[in-house]
């Protein structure tokens, strides 16, 4: 991986996880809305405020990363010319329904009332931006695996970008309070899980067409990769619901630092997902399209 792989792969990992967390925050605050006090409601709606200011920013920066990457000179970063083919190449596309998206859900969003439907709009169309590009357009027909990934990534949203605004209930000390938010989002996860999961294999098929590229093919290790770190997040996720949960319902204080360490792994781990969905999509194309 050159210099400028690795950077358009930094910079859209970053893109990734601001803007899938921005929009997941917002669906936290829809469900959990009357379980949450509102100083915490505060606080997650200045992190979407601040996720949203990153993400654009992030992608403006991908742009000016992928028109140097076409002459691979750091002088043309800000040409004219070249960040004008980066932006036609649909990735502006993709930046102008995202900011859209992003401006709507801050708009419909504060401390003091229930997400409006067009902040839930807005997170919806700002989690699926990345659907305007990629390698899904390549596949015919396109819009079976466009749909399907508008699912994935709205599933993907839904989980990761809840556990920043769970760490955030987390600090409370009132562990019925943080065990009604954390019972609350692994009863929705249950079927948010359950469409990322369907959707991804769904996708891994017409993507790979073959399971022997998943160690045979770059394409196919990067998304192996992806595919063990997820396991390791359900794993984490198992062990919020089914252990730390209910001990913190019964008031279990050494339950709240588990729960604590555990989100924090999980947004690690989610991190490494994420920087490994953007080395995918950007380094190799699918075998299925060879």
Known sequence: ???????????????????????????????????????????IARLIRLLSLVALCASGAQIVVSAGSMSGAVSDMMSLPLLRMAWAAGMGRAILVRAVGLG????????????????????AIAATSFAWMGHTHSLVPEWPPIFMLCVHLSAAAFWLGALAPLLVVARNRDLSVIAAAAARFGSMAVYGVGALLAAGLILLGWMLGDVSHLWNDPYGRWLASKLALVAVLLSLAAFNKLRLTPSLAAGDTAALHSLRTSIRIEMGVGALILAATAALTTLDGPPSLD
């Open 104 to 123: 709507l859900a801050n708009a419909g969003t504060s401390a003091l009332r229930r997400p409006t439907w067009v902040a839930v709009a807005g997170a």
């Open 1 to 43: 991986m050159g210099g400028w792989d690795a950077a358009a792969v930094a910079v859209k990992a970053i893109v990734y996880a601001a803007t899938l967390c921005a929009a997941g925050a917002v669906f936290f605050l829809v469900y959990s809305h009357a379980l949450v006090p509102a100083a915490d409601r505060l606080r």
